[in-house]
Every structure is written in structure tokens, then in C-alpha cells.
């Protein structure tokens, strides 16, 4: 402990160098935090005990099928599904094709029985919208960043569909994955549209008793409808919502390749800073021996020199990108493509150790040289 | 001036201090490059797409074929307006079928009519044979081919109830079409069960009687159509790759950040390392500002010879073949990493911007050396 100060001094000896540093280092992982929580947000649904008893049947072709809303009928005897809405993604344009969001008609009667974690403001919103059918709802974080209020006239304009719908907000809601989407009603829709296009929706949400359930609601849904003109396929809202990730193409490599590559840019930025530091100091290094100064103190000091100011740079980076995306209205910013990014402690607490892990290789070989070095030789090195 | 062969031969005397700095700029192009090949070549499949005298008619406001259904009365409409020279009546569906890696994505039918492929001379049949009407075969793109389960020539495919075989591969000239799987159209529509039209596509008899056709379907009340450019329609999907485009643009930026402050670094070193030379540089008449450029230089040489290896380092993610989903149509879209020289030519500049950059604080203080103190100074 009494090198105490002395490894401080040493680590700002160079104040400029170790700033540099501390920046160079502090942006890399800064980009590295930014890639694994963008990759989490994508991959990692918010996975409430709720979504893990919510089942999806759509299609077995594909999502642009429907299936004959008559199905519904038939999905709530199946043994233990509790409740089931039908649901249609109406996809369509609001004002402007960049502000993208999810647009979803479901049945409002069973709405608040397959989505409990869905919380409305105030019990008398949720009224308004059970009452009024051409009520809708809409995510809190959504509606910030339209500005939105209760009451307000929201005109989606339709692409799937040949037609225009326009609802009116009953209320906001939050919890789950409701923040950034807007509910209508799955029957006003259905009035709509042309009468070749009714009565067929694209999804249904079931709801199970228990988790437990799940596995035999998805076989046994399935197999009813097998044979029939539009066979379905049926998963975990988990399940689905990965789904639509993997068609996004190899996400999960893109992100992971170019953050190797970016930590190996921070070890490189490391060795250097201290490859020239140590350089600088070799001949101290020798007095140092020759005062007694073990190789492996020397070695221990020199690393915790490092480790100081990788871990500094790393934990800076990891915190600024913390509180800039809280800062941010990620949504407004990225129109609606990544609603919002939270840097957990945990991936501060990785930067961290990343740094640490980053410092310790990249000092260990020169340092490991210098420590080892002949006090004669460094002497001379010095006298060059 | 001092001659730029004394920068050169100041940077190849500090090997690996300047290798270090070289290198983790190169990194830093070579992610840019990278990332900007795959969204080139994801927007290249669009822009390439399309003959100028060829009109996609779809049903009004849906934007895509995949949203667009419409009377097949319509087409015998159409096909004796003025103007018009031959037209196909398709239909568009789209299947979820795994990849052959595993995961499912969606993929895009088209039921085609005769004069489907007299429309578009850029499709060849490379191997096997076309499909014969009546029987449920299929032409598939060989990009398609390789990248999804099954579907590969004498393989065979479930859709709907029916097993579709696949007779023959196609290649589209990495247009938007070689994303996808042809078969007939009445077959396509018997077997979904939709006697419609997703597109007709129109070739017109020249540039005036395009403009002029695009305005008389617009205004005629019966047909409820747009009618889009098939050039226009493909480019307006280029919007496909602009997540990737922003992506690669915020990782770009901040590592060149990072990469300036790696660059500064080693140029401060640098220049205190020189001080005697700066300062007899000086006492042999050379002024300021000549030091300043001196070292800019340097810098961007620097930063140059890590441009010219950070290409050198993506060089072989060119060509690479991969797919995303394309969220207009809602379906998979095949494309490849496309490296031209442009774009490597853009890595070195953005190499040299972060060298220039990254030097001229250094610069800045070599040219302020005070001439006397350095001079008598060990340094």
C-alpha cells in the first residue's frame, strides 16, 4: 500500500498522455456498452411472467395470411387457454412514412385479460376505450413523442388495408412491451375493410392458465387445425418476437464482430500508451533495482499503473453512455427503430472488467521485459 | 518547406509505436468499410433493378405488391390503353421457410404470367428448366437457392397443401429478383385460393407514353391503381438498408474519436522526442507555419497508411453473400458485401481526416518550440 502515491504520480507524470488515453479507451467502450445493450434490446424482450403464459397463433405460410376468425371459437376450448383475442398488425403510415411504429387492431372485450401487465393511467381511460369503438390506446413513451393527449384524433392512413382509421386516444399505457404501441379495435377494423378482406385475422393472442400449459396449447392448437385450409403455427410471444429478430438477418454476429474488433483497437491504444511509458522510464526502472525493488513489484505496479487508467477510460465510457441514453429520446432520434436503450449496471460493471482484463495484457509483456532487464543494460539503455 | 521524405523517414524510424498507431487506425477503416460493403451492396440490389420503359401497377395507396390485390378484369383494361405494348398479370405471396441455417424468414413468390419474363431480358435460367404450366413446379434464384432449406434443383418444398418441385435456377444480376421464387400463376393462385392480382407489370412504347399512361391510371376512376416506375418502385426499398447505414456511420465515428485520440498521442511523442531537430529545423530558417504543415503531414501520412491497410483488411468480406429482411415487402432479401473502389477510396480519406485531425494539437506545439531551451535541452 505505501507505493501508493507513487503509482499515482507515475500515472499522471504524462498528464497529457494519460487524458488521451483515458478518452481513447472511454469512447471505445462507450461504443462497446452502446452494441451489447442494442443487441439485448433486440434479442431480450422484457420477459414478465405474463408473457410467459401469452401463446401467438398465426398462419402457417406466413404473416401476410389470415386465418378465418372462426378459429378463435375453437382455440378457447382447447384445455387450458383462458382467454384468446384476435389481433391484426394494420402497418399503414401516421402522417409520415418515418414515424414508424406498431399499429395493432385487437378484440378490446378480453384486451386487459391476455395483456395484465398492460397498465392504463386510470380505470376511467380504460372505460372510455372498452365503451367507444373507435377508442384506442397508446404506449406512454409513444405517446410522448407525438405530443399526444387524451381525446386527441389520430388518423392512420392504410397500406395492408384500403382503408383510413381514425380513432380517437382514450388513454396511455405502459408495462410489458406496451410503451411504444397503439391498440384499436379489432371490430372497428373489421367494419372497414372491404368484405373480401373481413373476418380473417392475422394473429390470435391466447392466453394460458399457467405456464405450464403452454407447451400442450401450442401442440394441440396446431394439430386442430392441420389439415384444414389455413394450417397455423403457434409459439411463445417470446418465441415470436425472436422471430422477427433472426429475420432481421445475423444481427447477433454483425455486433459481436465489430465489438472484437473494437476491443482489440482499445488493447492496442493501451500497449502503446504504455509501451511508451515504460520506454521513457527505463532507466528509472534501474534505479529503482538497484534501490532493491523486486522484478515483480515493479512488474505489480507497473500493471496497476495501467489498470488504473483503462478502468478509469472504460468505466467513463460505460457511465456517459448510461446517462446519455436516458438523456435521449431514443425514439424521437432513431424514428421509432430502437425505442430506447438502457445501459444496466451490469454492462457498466463489464466495461469494467473488460478494461481491467484489456490492461493487464496489453502492460504485462513490456513491463514483464523491463522488470527483467539487466540494471546495467538499462542504465545504458537510458545513457542512448 | 521541409521535404516530405523527412516525415516518411520519421515514421518508419519509430516502428512499432507507428505500426501500433497505424494499425489501430486501419481497424477503425476497416470496421467502416465493412459495414458501408454490406449496405452498398444491400442498396445496389435495388438500385439496379428495373427497366425504365417497364410501369408496376398496384392497387392505390398499398405501396408494395405484397399489400396489393386488385380485380383481374383490370388487366384487359389496361392492355388496350395507348401506349401500352404487352402486359403480365401477377400475383405475390409471401411463405415463412427456414434458412439453411436453421431460423425461418419470409420468403417471396411470384406467380408469373407468359409475358413475365419477355418483360425482363436481365433473367437467365442457368440450370435446369422452366416450369410447365399446370403442374406445381417452381424456378427458384440461385441466390434463394443457396441460402434457404430445400430449395435446391429436383428438391422439393411444401406450400399450402401441395409439394412445389423445383425444375430450374435462375439468376437476376443481383437485382431485387434474385430474392425470390417464380412459378406459375394460376398454379400460385389456385393453391392460396386468391383469383386476383397482386402487380400487373406494363411495358410501355417509349418515355412519353410512360408519363402520359402514369397520369391516365391515376385518373381513371375505375381502376383504383398506382402506377409506379418499376425502376423508382425498387429504389424508393433502398430505405432497407438505413438502420445499417446509421449503424455504420455512429460505430465509424465514435472509433475514428477514439483512433484521434490514439493518433495525438503518438504525434505528441513524436514531436517531444524531436525537439532538438524541431529546433534546429527552425535555427536553419524553416518558419513556423512550414513545421506546423511538417507535422499535419506526417499525421496524415500516417493516417493514409492506415487507411490503405484497414482496406486491405476488409478486402475479403467483398463478395460475401447474406440476406436481411426487407420490411417493405416483408420479405428476405439477398445481397452481397460490395467493395468498390469508391468506397475504399472514401476508408483512406476518412483515414486521412482522422490523421489531420489527430495532428494538429502536435503540430501546433512543435512549432512553438522556443529554439534556445531546446536546443541546449538532453531531449
Request: net charge neutral; aromatic share 10%; glycine share 8%.
Amino acid at each position: 500500500m505505501k507505493f501508493v502515491s507513487f503509482v499515482l504520480r507515475n500515472t499522471f507524470r504524462n498528464r497529457r498522455r494519460t487524458v488521451l488515453t483515458v478518452l481513447s479507451i472511454g469512447m471505445s467502450l462507450f461504443l462497446i456498452c452502446t452494441l451489447r445493450t442494442l443487441l439485448e434490446a433486440l434479442e431480450n424482450p422484457p420477459a414478465t411472467p405474463e408473457s410467459a403464459r401469452r401463446v401467438l397463433t398465426r398462419h402457417a405460410t406466413g404473416l401476410a395470411n389470415n386465418m378465418p376468425v372462426a378459429y378463435k371459437e375453437r382455440i378457447l376450448k382447447v384445455p387450458g387457454v383462458e382467454f384468446a383475442v384476435s389481433n391484426q398488425w394494420f402497418g399503414g403510415e401516421y402522417i409520415d412514412p418515418a414515424n414508424f411504429f406498431a399499429r395493432f387492431a385487437v378484440d378490446a372485450d378480453h384486451f386487459f385479460d391476455v395483456y395484465p401487465d398492460y397498465q392504463v393511467e386510470s380505470p376511467e381511460q380504460r372505460e372510455t376505450f372498452l365503451k367507444n369503438r373507435t377508442a384506442s390506446l397508446a404506449g406512454k413513451r409513444l405517446a410522448k413523442r407525438f405530443d399526444w393527449k387524451v381525446g386527441q384524433t389520430i388518423t392512420l392512413k392504410g397500406d395492408i388495408f384500403p382503408v383510413d382509421v381514425e380513432t380517437r386516444i382514450a388513454g396511455f399505457l405502459e408495462g410489458g412491451n406496451s410503451d411504444d404501441s397503439f391498440y384499436f379495435h379489432w371490430d372497428y377494423l373489421n367494419e372497414l375493410i372491404p368484405k373480401e378482406m373481413a373476418d380473417r385475422p392475422g394473429t390470435f393472442v391466447i392466453r394460458a392458465g399457467s405456464s405450464d400449459d403452454v407447451p400442450a396449447i401450442v401442440d394441440s392448437v396446431d394439430s386442430m387445425f392441420q389439415n384444414s385450409a389455413a394450417p397455423t403455427k403457434t409459439e411463445t410471444e417470446g418465441a415470436f418476437i425472436l422471430g422477427f429478430v433472426s429475420m432481421m438477418g445475423n444481427v447477433r454476429f454483425l455486433i459481436t464482430s465489430i465489438s472484437t474488433v473494437v476491443l482489440f483497437t482499445v488493447v492496442l491504444v493501451a500497449a502503446n500508451t504504455m509501451a511508451m511509458s515504460i520506454r521513457e522510464r527505463t532507466g528509472e526502472i534501474a534505479i529503482l533495482k538497484t534501490l532493491g525493488f523486486t522484478p515483480g513489484l515493479i512488474l505489480t505496479m507497473t500493471i496497476v499503473e495501467s489498470a488504473l487508467i483503462a478502468v478509469t477510460g472504460g468505466l467513463l465510457g460505460a457511465l456517459a453512455g448510461r446517462y446519455l441514453y436516458r438523456g435521449l429520446d431514443m425514439g424521437a432520434v432513431t424514428q421509432g427503430f430502437v425505442p430506447f436503450l438502457d445501459v444496466r449496471w451490469e454492462t457498466v460493471g463489464f466495461a469494467g472488467a473488460v478494461s481491467l482484463a484489456v490492461a493487464v495484457i496489453s502492460t504485462f509483456f513490456p513491463a514483464l521485459n523491463v522488470s527483467r532487464m539487466p540494471i546495467a543494460v538499462a542504465l545504458r539503455r537510458r545513457a542512448q | 518547406m521541409i521535404p516530405i521524405k523527412y516525415n516518411i523517414r520519421s515514421v518508419v524510424v519509430r516502428r512499432m509505436g507507428t505500426a501500433m498507431t497505424v494499425f489501430g487506425v486501419a481497424l477503425t477503416v476497416a470496421v467502416f468499410v465493412s459495414i458501408l460493403a454490406m449496405v452498398r451492396g444491400l442498396q445496389s440490389t435495388y438500385v439496379d433493378t428495373g427497366n425504365p420503359l417497364n410501369l408496376i401497377l398496384i392497387r392505390r395507396g398499398s405501396q408494395t405488391e405484397t399489400n396489393s390485390f386488385f380485380d383481374r378484369d383490370v388487366k384487359k383494361i389496361v392492355e388496350t390503353m395507348d401506349g401500352v405494348e404487352a402486359a403480365a398479370g401477377e400475383i405475390v405471396v409471401i411463405i415463412n421457410h427456414p434458412r439453411v441455417t436453421g431460423e425461418t424468414s419470409n420468403v417471396m413468390i411470384r406467380g408469373i404470367s407468359e409475358n413475365s419474363m419477355a418483360l425482363r431480358p436481365g433473367i437467365q435460367l442457368v440450370e435446369g428448366q422452366m416450369f410447365k404450366p399446370g403442374l406445381r413446379e417452381m424456378v427458384v434464384s440461385r441466390s434463394i437457392s443457396e441460402r434457404f432449406k430445400d430449395t435446391g434443383l429436383g428438391e422439393s418444398i411444401r406450400i399450402g397443401r401441395s409439394d412445389w418441385k423445383v425444375v430450374g435456377i435462375f439468376d437476376a444480376a443481383r437485382t431485387a429478383y434474385d430474392s425470390e421464387i417464380w412459378a406459375d400463376y394460376n398454379e400460385v393462385a389456385q393453391e392460396f385460393e386468391r383469383p386476383i392480382y397482386s402487380s400487373i407489370l406494363l411495358r410501355t412504347s417509349g418515355e412519353d407514353a410512360t408519363a402520359d399512361l402514369q397520369k391516365r391510371i391515376a385518373d381513371d376512376r375505375r381502376l383504383k391503381l398506382d402506377a409506379v416506375g418499376e425502376r423508382e418502385y425498387f429504389e424508393k426499398q433502398t430505405s432497407t438498408g438505413d438502420a445499417i447505414k446509421i449503424l455504420a456511420y455512429f460505430v465509424a465515428v465514435i472509433m475514428a474519436i477514439g483512433s484521434c485520440f490514439a493518433v495525438m498521442n503518438t504525434m505528441y511523442a513524436a514531436t517531444s522526442r524531436r525537439t532538438r531537430e524541431i529546433a534546429t529545423l527552425r535555427v536553419l530558417g524553416f518558419r513556423r507555419w512550414s513545421i506546423l504543415v511538417s507535422f499535419v503531414l506526417e499525421s496524415i501520412v500516417l493516417g493514409i497508411v492506415g487507411g490503405i491497410v484497414g482496406c486491405l483488411l476488409a478486402l475479403p468480406v467483398h463478395g460475401i453473400s447474406t440476406g436481411t429482411t426487407n420490411f417493405t415487402s416483408f420479405s428476405e432479401v439477398v445481397f452481397q458485401f460490395r467493395i468498390t473502389p469508391e468506397l475504399m477510396a472514401e476508408g483512406i480519406l476518412f483515414a486521412a481526416i482522422m490523421g489531420g485531425i489527430g495532428g494538429l494539437l502536435p503540430a501546433r506545439l512543435a512549432s512553438r518550440v522556443p529554439i534556445v531551451r531546446a536546443l541546449r535541452s538532453d531531449g
